[in-house]
């Protein structure tokens, strides 16, 4: 009976898989950053057929990280002239709306998989190791009819680590230890070969 469930779940997963092979995503996955460096998060997509418009708000948290612009990635424009629009950003909520792109005319669709668009963020925290997940809301794929097109995404995708760098404190006392542990080194060192 187990082994019967067992295959029933696996086939409804293949099924599920190959209803949703178009994946949009958030790539890289995992981003390290130090406060106030500034980063580039990209929107991807594969396995798409017939693509002619994109739509999708992003979430992130504001209290590590600050959206700074959005770009076009050029995957619509490789089918033709497109009206891009970067959206609005709200770096007090943690959100960034209306981001879309779309083709223009009666052309057909992109076919494959590329960089829909660039995301640039800053990270602004000075705590230890703290995370941001930066993922999908409300995302459209539109093909040539205006149909949507059935597709997964990656939720929770991008988590970038904030790392801050040490204070001028922590580094001077660093080196006072350095300094006395090599000053006591050779001491020893020096009266070791005197008694020998």
């Known amino acids: 009976?187990?082994?019967?469930?067992?295959?029933?779940?696996?086939?409804?997963?293949?099924?599920?898989?190959?209803?949703?092979?178009?994946?949009?995503s958030i790539q890289p996955l995992d981003v390290t950053v130090a406060p106030g460096d500034t980063f580039a998060l990209n929107i991807n997509v594969r396995d798409v057929v017939d693509l002619y418009a994109v739509h999708f708000d992003l979430r992130f948290n504001p209290t590590v990280l600050s959206a700074v612009s959005v770009f076009d990635g050029g995957l619509l424009q490789s089918g033709g002239p497109t009206i891009f629009s970067p959206g609005a950003i709200d770096n007090a909520g943690g959100k960034m709306s209306f981001i879309s792109d779309s083709l223009v005319g009666a052309v057909p669709g992109v076919t494959g998989g590329g960089t829909l668009m660039t995301i640039v963020f800053k990270a602004f925290v000075d705590d230890y190791n703290v995370d941001s997940v930066v993922d999908f809301?409300?995302?459209?794929?539109?093909?040539?009819?205006?149909?949507?097109?059935?597709?997964g995404s990656q939720p929770a995708v991008a988590s970038v680590h904030v790392v801050p760098e040490p204070n001028?404190?922590?580094?001077?006392?660093?080196?006072?230890?350095?300094?006395?542990?090599?000053?006591?080194?050779?001491?020893?060192?020096?009266?070791?070969?005197?008694?020998?």
């Open 168 to 196: 001028s404190g922590a580094l001077f006392f660093a080196g006072l230890g350095l300094y006395v542990i090599t000053r006591r080194f050779r001491r020893s060192a020096i009266e070791g070969s005197a008694k020998s």
């Open 1 to 24: 009976m187990k082994s019967r469930f067992a295959l029933w779940c696996l086939l409804g997963a293949l099924l599920a898989g190959q209803a949703h092979a178009t994946v949009i």
């Open 137 to 151: 809301v409300n995302e459209v794929l539109l093909d040539s009819n205006l149909q949507e097109i059935p597709h």
